[in-house]
């Protein structure tokens, strides 16, 4: 079965840290950029970082940038968003996406998404 399935979602304190996963099964991820999205409770739906498919390119929306690394790891067919010094406002589900076309919202796959809360 082709999919993407993005895990590490969880609660925790302003100021932690998360490592969400991006794993692909069914299809080859290297093949592929990866986009990070977050959609907030009432608010549009953001992107968040991009790695191209070499891992050579990224991307970080400016609201992340310094507190978030994006980086792929091929041989497990998995790319990562590990996320620190995290604030309320970066309260959303998050969402990994394969792309054609690094950064675009234009999908080949979409994940289900996976909640990250913060919150004291």
């Known amino acids: 079965q082709v999919q993407l399935v993005e895990s590490g979602g969880g609660l925790v304190q302003p100021g932690g840290s998360l490592r969400l996963s991006c794993a692909a099964s069914?299809?080859?991820?290297?093949?592929?950029?990866i986009s990070w999205f977050r959609r907030a409770p009432g608010k549009e739906r953001e992107g968040v970082s991009c790695?191209?498919?070499?891992?050579?390119?990224?991307y970080y929306a400016g609201s992340v940038k310094g507190r978030v690394t994006i980086f792929r790891d091929n041989a497990n067919n998995t790319v990562y968003l590990r996320m620190s010094s995290l604030k309320p406002e970066d309260t959303a589900v998050y969402y990994c996406?394969?792309?054609?076309?690094?950064?675009?919202?234009?999908?080949?796959?979409w994940g289900q998404g996976t909640q990250v809360t913060v919150s004291s």
């Open positions: 790695i191209s498919s070499s891992g050579l390119s990224t």
């Open positions: 069914g299809f080859t991820l290297d093949d592929y950029n």
């Open positions: 996406a394969a792309t054609y076309v690094f950064c675009s919202d234009k999908a080949a796959y």
